[in-house]
């Protein structure tokens, strides 16, 4: 049928003056701007949004305000986008999902014929038995599960995310929250309110508060003047409160954009969603809840069928059937659940109308295929028993307001607890944490001068909290209209079943009394065993009914029963808000682009980006290989900038290096570097590096890559205890740094030097010397760690370029060229020196990897020496040796491989490489302690579990007097 | 080629991104700075959202006890509070980031090179506190215009509002996960910020802050455009 639209002033949220198109599978249909995807197809005719999850049900509009999932569409670019908030645009594609067929003749909907074969937590007793047989239903569950498609071929979207400061953020734009926002800032706070909505006023906007149908327009209007003209109160519309988080860590998603609130005092107002009413065929298309038929009306002027029934067991019914007769609808009856319902202004006023209300009874089965055709109603003759005279009524639209559950999940993540609350059939917010406050529906309260008057106070006092105290406290109201809204028991079995508690999951009254039956009493357990709770809409329309009826299944009160834990997020949010924008720092040194304009292949080094090697990717192994030949036979240098580089400088700056590093350095020279070697508290190996001495009070150290920031912290760790007279300064970019290393290094060098003897005698390998290069001021370091003939030239950062330069140009005669990452750990592992983190683990203490020359025994006290006594004291469990592979031809055993003997993993190797220099493979390894003698063979287990003969041979591999770099 | 030979200028950790944007230097000392750029009025931008990288120009920094005395003694005036700048008389600004901690940077007019007298005149002989080699440790950055506040509203999580955030008011705190020194110093009834932070990190912060402040028409903005709202 086509309901059409309603004349103004019904509509609040259309523009009738701007048409638009869209398609839903397939099907143009006319929208208005401000429609959304599901009131428009309302509008059209179109009642079946959507199919369930498990048996593929047609599932029509049940909220409309985003709360289930039975409005879930797929859109181009977006799977489980809700069809009751997503705006229609022209031209926008919509259609169904999770069907097989079409939307209208969904083949899958046969699955419900087996219902009876799959009870409550059938899945967790099926598919595995016999053994094996997983294997075959795999492939068949997986294609029925999930929801939606991904499009990989979607467009990137741009979201970001950006703080917002305020005294107080009110989460909520209806009556209590406006109230509680327009108090706070007439006290002087700076108050920002947030409300999910295309408009602020809430419930003002769509439910009824009064006979005549005038009151909910003219109080809005009143609260949203004031709030709009306030200059310290900021509305955000169509903005979602995701999350509350710690200290008052509001999560806010607008559009594309994630608001990272602070708040000194938040006030929840948000509110309440209506509950469902439990019965055979409740699900049907054209049931749907009072307020979503309101909001249909009131917001999109959309009449939701021709001839309704409401079920109601409050006065909120009432004012839907007033609301549906002002819109020309036929109100067939109203079932009044209660037997006695009292007077009251909307109740009387419908009476006068001429509504046939039939208290005492219930909608006790909906009727129909497609979409509900009429009710079957039945007195009620207990708690949830309709044992009574039934008849039916045709109608095309039930409405159901039997009670409501707070909007209260923000006040559950910052530590509120939702308790049922017997006198008003509800569950209640409690132990509301501090710093929170608490204003309308949410807490309960219905009445809307008592709303008013609870936004007021909850506004003040948030306000006060922050300083803003200047005001007379508002007086708090007595009633709260909270008794008498939620009728205790909604909940009417039928013998046929098919009465849906939760929508997202097809779950009826049997599965959850089944699930406590097998013994999944606890509420907890019971939600996972049945699944109650864990769809998409998150047990908003079903915990409260899942509660009664575990209770009842138990003996118990519903308020012993606790409810399920409430996470973040509060509504569904996109990935992108979630992914979208995300800092990642990343940290280039200064002669990057020359790395890059010279055909660099750049790797990621902790944040830093280095050249792994220089050419094509395709001729990457050569590559190596000729950079490795290139330091081994002639000139080159590799960019070292990573390299941390901590001053420690002071008059204990000796006895500091002392107490950090496990060498000696109080007698260290000046003009001298040494190798540094740190340990943690117990004995492992956590990072190494070269102090240089350039003053008596002056150590320079370099630190790994990836470990500088670490050592950094660690050095102001304990210097805050130990209290030493020295500095610790962190200096690592601004320090850039560049290796020249070879044979030729230091006539390249000294072609542009002449402040510095670079001679052998007065510069000798681990001398360290202040200077110029190319005209810049540097540091320069005589270490090897590939073992040739080199300096580290360490300059300020803003000369890096010119210094790589410079070295490029003098070096240019010699053949000089860059070399990467990778083929200086080749040139390393040739020398034997370790990687720190490669050939070394979270255990690996100095003498398990053969650093023991770098431990004094004879200091008093260094970060690790007592652990260090203790390990060595004991039997050594492994040690780190080199070796070398008899054949070199076959599949070479990669680093992790591990070491075995007899079957039984006694190590792994750290480092393997087919050195160009030796003309065979060699690497360092793990193996046990009575393996590492020279000349001892073990196995590797290589690829494919092949095992690998593998010789121990002497280290350094290459060079093994140290000449080279010692010329 | 000799170990005589002048050194070189100093150029910018970005120098690559400014030239893109359209930049032309200028030498400021013994520095290249980005003067102005290519294309629209730059004192629009710079009321509105600017960016300057004024990274090649003089800073320096001294820390360990005694050096807020030494600074003092030099004719540096430095405020009691920890994390407040204070304007000294020839247009330079010392930042107190801690009790012995004093950031320097030289003024953006062409004033004294207070940095370059104060590093001249350290000597680490019986010194119980350091220089902090500011000026290549740190890039340096000026964000400038009303919209500056609510663009660092989406890299840092520290209220900059003009009204919470006053002049001269020091922050150390994270912008787009590095850590980095923020200072505000207005230009006129301009507002605007310093932005120190991590020079290996200089080209990842100008990129996001560039994404930061398009929204807000932000662009980069050059020296003199910066040095017209001094003058």
């Not at chain 1, 021709?306 to 109100?331: K, M």
């Not at chain 2, 110093?185 to 402040?213: E, I, K, N, Q, T």
Request: charged content about 20%; some cysteine.
């Amino acid at each position: 049928m086509r309901a059409g639209r309603l004349p103004e002033p019904f509509g609040r949220f259309v523009d009738r003056a701007e048409a638009q198109t869209f398609t839903f599978e397939g099907r143009a249909h006319p929208a208005l701007a401000g429609d959304t995807v599901a009131s428009a197809l309302m509008a059209a005719g179109v009642t079946t949004l959507s199919r369930s999850f498990k048996y593929h049900r047609r599932r029509g509009v049940l909220t409309m305000a985003g709360q289930d999932a039975n409005t879930l569409v797929q859109l181009a670019d977006e799977p489980n986008a809700l069809a009751d908030v997503v705006p229609v645009s022209e031209g926008l594609a919509v259609g169904g999902q999770n069907y097989s067929g079409s939307l209208g003749n969904d083949r899958a909907a046969l699955l419900e014929r087996l219902a009876p074969f799959m009870p409550v937590g059938f899945y967790y007793k099926a598919f595995y038995k016999p053994k094996g047989a997983w294997k075959l239903w795999e492939g068949v569950v997986r294609r029925l599960t999930g929801l939606g498609r991904v499009n990989a071929e979607a467009p990137h979207g741009y979201y970001d995310k950006m703080y917002l400061f305020c005294d107080v953020a009110v989460v909520g734009g209806g009556p209590a929250g406006l109230s509680a926002a327009i108090e706070a800032a007439a006290a002087g706070a700076e108050v920002m309110l947030f409300d999910d909505q295309p408009a602020p006023g809430g419930a003002l906007n769509y439910a009824r508060f009064d006979a005549a149908g005038e009151r909910a327009g003219r109080v809005r209007d009143e609260l949203v003047r004031a709030a709009k003209n306030h200059p310290r109160l900021k509305v955000y519309t169509g903005a979602v409160a995701e999350a509350l988080y710690e200290d008052n860590w509001l999560a806010v998603v607008h559009g594309n954009r994630l608001y990272k609130v602070r708040a000194h005092t938040v006030v929840v107002a948000a509110g309440a969603f209506e509950q469902p009413m439990v019965f055979r065929n409740n699900d049907l298309p054209g049931i749907m809840l009072g307020s979503a038929a309101q909001r249909l009306m009131r917001l999109y002027a959309v009449a939701p069928g021709r001839r309704a029934v409401v079920a109601t067991a409050n006065d909120h019914g009432y004012g839907v059937a007033l609301d549906l007769l002002d819109a020309g609808i036929e109100v067939a009856a109203v079932a009044d659940l209660r037997p006695d319902p009292p007077s009251s202004e909307m109740k009387d006023a419908a009476l006068a109308r001429g509504l046939r209300v039939v208290a005492g009874h219930t909608v006790f089965e909906g009727l129909g295929k497609k979409r509900v055709a009429g009710v079957r109603m039945a007195e009620i003759t207990g708690q949830g028993e309709c044992r009574g005279a039934s008849f039916t009524v045709d109608c095309d639209l039930v409405c159901v307001s039997v009670g409501y559950a707070p909007t209260a999940a923000l006040l559950c993540h910052a530590g509120a607890k939702l308790a049922y609350d017997e006198a008003t059939a509800t569950l209640r917010p409690d132990r509301i944490p501090p710093g929170m406050h608490v204003a309308g529906a949410v807490g309960g309260a219905h009445d809307l001068d008592a709303v008013i008057a609870e936004g007021r106070f909850a506004g003040w006092a948030a306000a006060a909290a922050g300083g803003f105290d200047g005001r007379a406290e508002p007086k708090f109201p007595n009633g709260r209209g909270d008794v008498g809204v939620n009728h205790p028991w909604p909940i009417f079995p039928h013998p046929k079943g098919k009465e849906f508690v939760d929508f997202d999951e097809d779950l009826v009254v049997a599965d959850i009394e089944n699930a406590v039956a097998d013994g999944f009493e606890e509420i907890e357990l019971l939600k996972r065993y049945s699944t109650s709770g864990m769809g998409p809409s998150q047990g908003r329309q079903s915990a409260l009914a899942t509660v009664r009826l575990a209770a009842r299944a138990r003996g118990r009160p519903p308020a012993e029963m606790g409810t399920t834990t409430v996470r973040p997020p509060a509504l569904p949010e996109t990935f992108g808000v979630l992914a979208g924008r995300s800092f990642n720092p990343e940290r280039l040194t200064p002669a990057h682009h020359r790395h890059v304009e010279a055909g660099a292949r750049m790797m990621v080094a902790g944040l830093w980006w280095r050249p792994a090697f220089y050419g094509p990717p395709e001729r990457r192994d050569e590559c190596i290989v000729e950079e490795a030949t290139a330091v081994r036979a002639n000139v080159a240098i590799i960019d070292v900038s990573t390299l941390g580089g901590i001053e420690v400088r002071g008059a204990d700056a000796a006895e500091f290096m002392n107490r950090m590093y496990t060498f000696a350095y109080k007698k260290q020279q000046v003009g001298r570097g040494r190798y540094a070697l740190m340990t943690d508290p117990s004995g492992a190996i956590v990072d190494d590096g070269v102090a240089c001495r350039f003053a008596e009070d002056h150590y320079y150290v370099t630190a790994t890559t990836g470990g500088a920031d670490g050592v950094y912290q660690n050095m102001l760790w304990y210097n805050a205890q130990w209290r030493l007279a020295v500095d610790i300064s962190n200096v690592t970019a601004a320090w850039c740094g560049v290796n020249i290393a070879g044979p030729k290094s230091r006539h390249v060098l000294s072609r542009i030097t002449r402040d510095v003897d670079l001679s052998a005698e007065a510069f000798p390998y681990m001398g360290v010397r202040h200077g110029t290069v190319a005209g810049i001021p540097v540091r320069l370091l005589r270490v090897g760690f590939v073992g040739e003939l080199g300096y580290e030239i360490h300059a300020p950062a803003a000369f890096g370029e010119v210094l790589w330069d410079a070295l490029v140009e003098a070096g240019r005669e010699a053949g000089i060229r860059p070399f990467g990452v990778e083929a200086q750990r080749l040139l390393r592992l040739e020398k034997g020196h370790i990687i720190i983190g490669q050939d070394t683990d979270g255990l690996t203490h100095p003498h398990e990897a053969e650093m023991g020359w770098a431990v004094s025994g004879k200091k008093p006290f260094f970060v690790g020496k007592r652990a260090i006594e203790i390990q060595t004291a004991r039997p050594i469990t492994r040690r780190l040796v080199g070796f070398a592979l008899a054949n070199g031809s076959g599949p070479l055993p990669e680093e992790c491989h591990l070491t075995v003997r007899a079957g039984e993993i006694v190590g792994r190797v750290t480092s393997v490489v087919r050195s160009p220099a030796l003309g065979r493979v060699i690497g360092l390894a793990y193996v046990a302690p009575d393996q590492a003698e020279v000349g001892s063979t073990f196995h590797i287990k290589g690829p494919g579990g092949r095992l690998i003969a593998a010789e121990v041979v002497p280290v350094p591999f290459y060079d093994p007097d140290n000449q080279r770099q010692e010329l | 080629m000799d170990g005589q030979v002048a050194r070189p200028p100093r150029r910018s950790f970005i120098y690559r991104e400014l030239e893109a944007a359209g930049a032309r230097f200028v030498a400021v000392g013994d520095a290249e700075v980005a003067a102005h750029y290519a294309g629209d009025d730059e004192t629009q931008a710079l009321s509105s959202l600017g960016i300057a990288d004024l990274s090649p120009l003089p800073r320096t920094g001294f820390k360990g006890d005694g050096a807020v005395d030494w600074l003092a003694a030099q004719g540096i005036a430095i405020g009691e509070a920890s994390n407040h700048a204070v304007r000294q008389a020839d247009g330079a600004l010392a930042a107190k980031l801690a009790p012995g901690e004093v950031l320097v940077l030289d003024g953006l007019g062409e004033g004294e090179a207070i940095c370059a007298r104060l590093d001249a005149a350290w000597t680490p002989v019986a010194s119980a506190f350091w220089p902090v080699p500011r000026r290549d440790g740190a890039f340096w950055f000026l964000v400038t215009g009303e919209h500056a506040a609510t663009m660092f509203a989406k890299v840092c999580g520290v209220d900059l509002r003009p009204d919470k955030f006053s002049n001269h008011a020091v922050a150390q705190t994270s912008v787009a996960r590095t850590n980095a020194i923020v200072v505000r110093d207005d230009l006129g009834a301009v507002p605007a910020f310093h932005l120190l932070g991590d020079s290996a990190s200089a080209r990842y912060m100008w990129h996001c802050l560039a994404d930061a402040a398009r929204e807000f028409g932000g662009r980069p903005v050059g020296l003199e455009a910066v040095r017209s709202l001094i003058r």
